[in-house]
């Protein structure tokens, strides 16, 4: 059976603005001070859905309660989808691609959450809401669960020019926007098709556990070894996270520069090949003025236009890493899959994540704001010994530098050692397992400095 978000539904996620969360955000700013994210009157603060079941008055308090809710969900959803997504790899690192599969499906589904939260979509199991001003909510029509919901939402707002400008927005190779980048080309406005394409595919599994429940429930419910195990080649799927890691590194002017790096080329690729008809290469003259023309404009130092150049006409670092390359595959491949999933999951935190920063940095809420919080996630998770939190929370990078290095050396002394699932899971992997800490990535990208 088909389903569809109701037609007035669909006009009130159109009409909600980014300006009333912001607004709904500043709101936060009391509780903030007393360490905690909602005030502990607040109608919401346990048992949100049991809460929201009962047919009481929708009161003005009540629904600035859960307004409120909502815009404290944006960045507590969004650290929630990088810590199932530490599961998912330390899972798949153990070689169990089954439960690896399925965690970093939630991953992808909290990403979605708190991308959507941070539009004003509050999703609560059956019953859902929108922020369409500040402090207020008006419940949607639409009464089916979180997954459907996750999906429907996610599709309708993709198409709206909203999601394509803050696309535009916080995607930031070089400290620049895209907007930036892309202003002799028309700016937002013109990326907003790919922006879409881009959040239909980092959202891909939701919209297939949608039109498919049965296939998310063979991960999630059914036994791993019907009608065989679930398996996947051990050093291909240590190389999957050493790479992963590789576009995760934070740069002084942007938490996801490698990310954004990428994301910048592919762009560029892409609207030359929409532009023209033809694949963008180094040897289409066309394709390197539109190259040159867009570097020149951003006013870079020689060297850092030399070096993009290079970059964006593959001529370094020629490939896409491959959380692009397996994201836009589809399931079907049982030694695969779970790198697709995962890779989603990545790419859709990171945009997740970005938005969830810029909410909180119009609040004025910075690091030291939120110190209550963080501080004590990072020292419950390992991140860093009781009362030695770190000076930046970009300094978390050094802990998965080491792992890195220490990986290429284990390598280097036996290469064997990432052959098998038992010379990863109980050798080198106990010596590496910071690489299954993903939360960290969730706090450098959330807190402003």
């Not at 389903?3 to 980014?18: E, G, P, Q, T, Y």
């Not at 589904?109 to 922020?131: C, E, K, P, T, Y």
């Not at 008809?277 to 180094?282: P, Q, R, S, V």
Request: with cysteine; net charge neutral.
């Amino acid at each position: 059976m088909t389903v569809a978000l109701h037609a007035l539904d669909k006009a009130a996620i159109n009409a909600l603005m980014r300006s009333q969360m912001e607004l709904t955000t500043k709101g936060l700013k009391p509780f903030l001070k007393r360490s905690t994210w909602i005030g502990k009157s607040n109608y919401y603060a346990q048992d949100v859905v049991a809460r929201l079941k009962k047919a009481l008055p929708a009161t003005a308090q009540r629904k600035r309660n859960l307004a409120q809710y909502i815009a404290a969900s944006v960045a507590l959803h969004s650290n929630d989808g990088w810590s199932y997504l530490g599961r998912s790899v330390a899972c798949l690192l153990a070689g169990d691609t089954h439960r690896a599969l399925h965690l970093a499906y939630y991953a992808e589904l909290r990403a979605a959450m708190s991308l959507l939260a941070s539009a004003g979509i509050g999703i609560f199991n059956s019953q859902h809401f929108v922020v369409p001003t500040a402090n207020t909510t008006s419940k949607l029509r639409f009464g089916q669960g979180t997954h459907v919901m996750a999906w429907l939402a996610l599709e309708e707002w993709s198409q709206l020019p909203s999601s394509g400008a803050l696309f535009a927005q916080l995607i930031r190779p070089e400290g620049r926007t895209l907007d930036e980048w892309f202003h002799a080309q028309g700016g937002a406005g013109t990326l907003a098709p790919q922006a879409k394409a881009w959040f239909m595919q980092w959202g891909m599994d939701l919209g297939l556990a949608t039109k498919d429940r049965e296939a998310r429930n063979e991960s999630s419910y059914r036994p791993d070894g019907v009608p065989t195990t679930w398996e996947m080649n051990a050093k291909d799927g240590f190389e999957f996270v050493r790479d992963m890691w590789s576009t995760l590194e934070p740069s002084a002017t942007s938490s996801f520069e490698q990310i954004d790096r990428h994301i910048l080329r592919l762009a560029i690729e892409r609207y030359h090949l929409g532009l023209t008809g033809n694949e963008a290469t180094a040897a289409d003259p066309a394709y390197v003025a539109l190259v040159e023309a867009t570097v020149s404009a951003q006013s870079l130092a020689t060297s850092a236009e030399v070096r993009l150049k290079m970059f964006l006409l593959r001529q370094s670092a020629a490939d896409d890493p491959l959380i692009f390359r397996y994201s836009g595959m589809r399931p079907g491949t049982p030694q695969s899959d779970a790198f697709a999933v995962m890779s989603r999951a990545v790419l859709l935190l990171r945009v997740a994540t970005g938005s969830a920063n810029g909410l909180l940095h119009q609040a004025g809420f910075d690091a030291t704001k939120l110190s209550f919080w963080w501080q004590k996630l990072g020292e419950a998770r390992g991140l860093w010994k009781p009362g030695t939190p770190p000076t930046a929370l970009t300094d978390l990078w050094a802990d998965i530098e080491d792992g890195l290095r220490e990986a290429a050396e284990i390598e280097s002394d036996d290469p064997a050692s990432f052959e098998t699932m038992n010379a990863i899971a109980y050798g080198a992997f106990g010596r590496v397992n910071v690489l299954a800490s993903h939360e960290r990535v969730g706090l450098w990208g959330l807190c402003p400095a």
